[in-house]
């Protein structure tokens, strides 16, 4: 079956990095686009970073533009958020989650999804 497996998720101060990545298995990795989502308590799932099938096309959350980016390595079913001068406000847990169809931000379209890794940055 599918499974979606992140890593590298922690607890890092105010303006640190973290580089999460998310495995992917039982799909055929490069006919999928790719997203990252995140859900603070209390607060609904919301989009942060999208990515294309080749890698070539990527699409940001306001919030995170210039400070995060998404990739891809399709040779090891692997995709990637590396994430830098990050905020207490990013704080929440990271999925990530593949889609068949689109390139997108509403997670509603997404067909995947991983476990998710807790993020908690410190002020």
């Known amino acids: 079956q599918v499974q979606l497996v992140e890593s590298g998720g922690g607890l890092v101060q105010a303006g640190g990095s973290l580089r999460l990545s998310c495995a992917a298995s039982?799909?055929?990795?490069?006919?999928?686009?790719m997203g990252w989502f995140r859900q603070a308590p209390g607060k609904e799932r919301e989009f942060v970073a999208a990515?294309?099938?080749?890698?070539?096309?990527?699409y940001y959350a306001d919030s995170v533009k210039g400070r995060f980016t998404i990739s891809r390595d399709n040779a090891k079913n692997t995709v990637y958020l590396q994430m830098n001068s990050l905020k207490p406000e990013d704080t929440a847990v990271y999925y990530c989650?593949?889609?068949?169809?689109?390139?997108?931000?509403?997670?509603?379209?997404?067909?995947?999804w991983g476990q998710g890794t807790q993020v908690t940055v410190s002020s």
């Open positions: 990515l294309s099938v080749s890698g070539a096309r990527t």
């Open positions: 989650a593949a889609d068949s169809d689109r390139f997108g931000s509403r997670w509603t379209e997404y067909d995947y």
């Open positions: 039982g799909l055929t990795f490069r006919n999928y686009y």
